[in-house]
């Protein structure tokens, strides 16, 4: 962009600067999920990895733990997350 001069100075006009900042983000961020949605989490994990636990050894491996109890545990710990994740946030 060429130079030129302005009629009421005289002097030679620059041209404009442009903006070149970006626009300042004001929204906070927010979670996907609230506190207690991560609370349930936690627990569905730990729930999950207590009946791991309990199927875990050598000995014993037809035993009532290992091949009733422990199964439940688990899937009543992927229930447990799957309530966490569906779970709505109480209103406020």
Do not use: C, H
Request: proline share 5%; charged share 15%; no cysteine.
């Amino acid at each position: 962009m060429a130079l030129r001069e302005t009629k009421t100075t005289g002097k030679a006009a620059t041209p404009a600067a442009k903006n070149t900042e970006a626009p300042v983000n004001t929204i906070p961020a927010q979670f996907v999920f609230s506190k207690d949605n991560y609370m349930w989490l936690i627990i569905a994990i730990a729930v999950v990895a207590f009946g791991f636990v309990l199927m875990s050894g050598t000995t014993d491996i037809y035993s009532t733990t290992k091949i009733v109890i422990a199964p439940i545990v688990v899937l009543t710990g992927f229930g447990i997350g799957f309530y966490a994740i569906l779970k709505k946030p109480a209103a406020k």
